[in-house]
Structures are given as C-alpha cells and as structure tokens.
C-alpha cells in the first residue's frame, strides 16, 4: 500500500497494483508539460488525480501519516507543476 496526498484535499492509500496504471498516466502528464500543452496537461492532471481518487480509499482527515506521493491538485497551472516534475514526473517508477 501507498499513501499519496493531493494538495488541499488530503489522503488516500492506494494498493500497488495500481503503481503502473498511474505511471501512465504521469508520462501523459509529463508529455504534455514538456510539449507546453496546456490543454492536454490539464486534461492529464485531472486524469492522475481522479485515478486516485477512484482507485484509492480516502483516509480520515484527522489520520496523519507519512505520504508516499504528493501530488497537485486539479487547479495547479502548468507552470507551477513543471516545477515540481522531475526526469520521473510526479511519480517515481
């Protein structure tokens, strides 16, 4: 199990198994922000952030535990998520 935080939302665990779903859909993301494409890198963000929410289990907000993964929320702009990419995206793997 993993614990990844989308800011100004909070927490969900998320089993493992679902580690390269997600990892397809960061490289989508990270495609996007390196093609400077904001359409697609909104579409892409909102794509990552609802797999999440659809795959994980939400954890109670007074639950404080180390994230495994941190990642925006859907408003973040393009430009604020690049800086947070690194040569993995948002997710290492």
Not at 33 to 44: I, Q
Not at 58 to 68: A, C, F, K, Q, Y
């Amino acid at each position: 199990m993993m614990i990844t935080r989308i800011l100004g939302e909070g927490q969900y665990e998320i089993d493992e198994k679902h580690l390269d779903r997600l990892n397809r859909l960061d490289s989508a993301l990270q495609s996007a922000a390196r093609a400077d494409d904001a359409a697609a890198f909104t579409a892409a963000l909102s794509a990552l952030v609802g797999a999440v929410r659809t795959l994980g289990t939400r954890l109670p907000d007074e639950m404080i535990t180390v994230s495994d993964l941190v990642l925006p929320d859907e408003d973040t702009s393009l430009s604020q998520v690049r800086d947070l990419l690194t040569d993995e995206g948002l997710i290492p793997g």
